[in-house]
């Protein structure tokens, strides 16, 4: 699975952002994907995800209230809207897709399940907040 993340860019605190993710090749039936990111010196921390059969969502503790993902139906793009950005939001953000939906509600939700390699990463994307 090959993804390929677009957006991102830098903005001030309280503003907003948004980040696409496309999905291409694979054979998977189901193809759940979701938001990562990583800030300097930090473990990659489990953002957001949506369920590819049911819609379902998963938000990390930390987005709640803010961030919206979605997905267009029929398409295995989905994006992330970024409101009310914190310059503790600065880093730079990956998309993931799995044919399993557990994995992603395990790292994003309680954070376990860190050793599970997922079916596909983008090459990741700079987010930069400045108070």
């Known amino acids: 699975v090959q993804l390929v993340e677009s957006g991102g860019g830098s903005v001030q605190a309280g503003g907003s952002l948004r980040l696409s993710c496309a999905a291409s090749?694979?054979?998977?039936?189901?193809?759940?994907m979701g938001w990562f990111r990583q800030a300097p010196g930090r473990e990659r921390e489990g953002i957001a995800a949506?369920?590819?059969?049911?819609?379902?969502?998963v938000y990390g503790e930390s987005v709640k209230g803010r961030f919206t993902i979605s997905k267009n139906i029929g398409q295995r793009r989905v994006h992330l809207q970024m409101d009310h950005l914190q310059p503790e939001d600065t880093g730079v953000y990956y998309c993931?897709?799995?044919?399993?939906?557990?994995?992603?509600?395990?790292?994003?939700?309680?954070?376990?399940?860190?050793?599970?390699?997922?079916?596909?990463w983008g090459q990741g994307i700079q987010v930069t907040v400045s108070s």
């Open positions: 993931a897709a799995d044919g399993a939906w557990g994995p992603l509600v395990d790292r994003i939700a309680d954070n376990v399940n860190t050793k599970y390699q997922f079916d596909g």
């Open positions: 949506i369920n590819d059969e049911d819609g379902r969502i």
């Open positions: 090749g694979g054979t998977l039936i189901y193809l759940h």
